[in-house]
Nanobody, 124 residues
Framework: QVQLVESGGGLVQAGGSLRLSCAAS????????MGWFRQAPGKERELVAT????????FYADSVKGRFTISRDNAKNTVFLQMNRLKPEDTAVYYC?????????????????WGQGTQVTVSS
């Protein structure tokens, strides 16, 4: 069992930056692949980025590639999402997720634990 708590969301103007954090508690953090998802009103939840357990191999959705960076600090049980050059279409609730079953998880069903979400709003 692992508990996930996101922080760092907020309101930012287009072109600005935010850094999301997700603190994990419970079992060994390095045993989980971690991902960031987002869900905008009226839309399905979508994968933003994922990072493997210890080798930190990453994957990004095309819509954020080159603007967002996922990273993790296994010593601090935390995963980050640095978001630069934000656009209004990045507005959504952002969720942190952990997968114990997969080292490289690209879909929501592959994740076992979820945070409560943090709102990101980008104004034009």
């Amino acid at each position: 069992q692992v508990q996930l708590v996101e922080s760092g969301g907020g309101l930012v103007q287009a072109g600005g930056s935010l850094r999301l954090s997700c603190a994990a508690s419970g079992r060994t953090f390095s045993g989980y692949a971690m991902g960031w998802f987002r869900q905008a009103p009226g839309k399905e939840r979508e994968l933003v980025a994922t990072i493997t357990r210890t080798t930190s191999v990453t994957f990004y959705a095309d819509s954020v590639k080159g603007r967002f960076t996922i990273s993790r600090d296994n010593a601090k049980n935390t995963v980050f999402l640095q978001m630069n050059r934000l656009k209004p279409e990045d507005t959504a609730v952002y969720y942190c997720a952990a997968s114990s079953r997969y080292n490289y998880a690209l879909t929501a069903p592959e994740y076992d634990y979820w945070g409560q979400g943090t709102q990101v709003t980008v104004s034009s």
